[in-house]
């Protein structure tokens, strides 16, 4: 059985709570008061929730006064994108070699 790793940023958008994170996130930077307040968790939920992303690379943060400010890491998403495109293209070759076969190959 696969354990969970900190660092993978698929196990950490595995969960519904820091998917909506990432979407909040997504729309500008926010402090942990202002995503506790979208959303129906407290505010110590949403800061483990970050750490976890924060581990897999997702999220960047920065102090500003007495608060942090997090913000989606641009270079995380985009290896996430990255292998989205590769699954993507593997499954349209597959796609490919089979409807190209002849008829008789194909059932």
Known sequence: MATYQAGDGWDALGDPTRRAIVACLAERPQA??????????????????????????????????????????????????????????RALDGFQDVTERPDEERS
């Open 32 to 89: 942990v008061g202002e995503l506790a307040d979208a959303l129906p968790i407290s505010r110590p939920a949403v800061s483990q929730h970050l750490k976890v992303l924060k581990e897999a690379g997702l999220v960047t943060d920065r102090a500003a006064g007495t608060r942090r400010v997090y913000r989606l890491n641009p270079a995380g998403v985009a290896a996430l994108r990255d292998q989205l495109d590769t699954y993507w293209a």
